[in-house]
């Protein structure tokens, strides 16, 4: 192979390396311009999501309820408020339990 044959080759090589750098650029910016749509669509849908949030919370603010309910026919009675109870205190184990004979 001469010195023709190895410029020849060298500047092949050379191209080959360009066009692969251009390559992985290209999908760089790609792959930019797509994260920022995803990121656009993000800010959107939690904008969105606070538009909903803020109709929920004027929708059920107690003097509309007490409205909605007076406006029906149906006699409402107010839930009865129960005080919280630690359910843990009051688990029964099997173990602890009389043993019970179940007619077998």
Not at 4 to 9: D, Q, S
Not at 54 to 63: C, G, L, V, W
Not at 78 to 102: G, I, K, N, V
């Amino acid at each position: 192979m001469g010195m023709f044959g190895k410029i020849v080759f060298i500047i092949l090589a050379l191209g080959a390396t360009a066009c692969a750098l251009l390559v992985i650029r290209q999908q760089r910016i790609e792959l930019a311009h797509e994260m920022s749509q995803v990121h656009q669509r993000l800010i959107e849908h939690e904008q969105t999501e606070w538009r909903m949030r803020s109709e929920i919370a004027s929708r059920t603010r107690p003097d509309h309820i007490r409205e909605a309910i007076e406006r029906t026919e149906v006699a409402w009675k107010s839930m009865e408020l129960r005080p919280w109870r630690d359910w843990r205190t009051e688990t029964r184990l099997a173990r602890d339990e009389p043993e019970h004979d179940l007619g077998g």
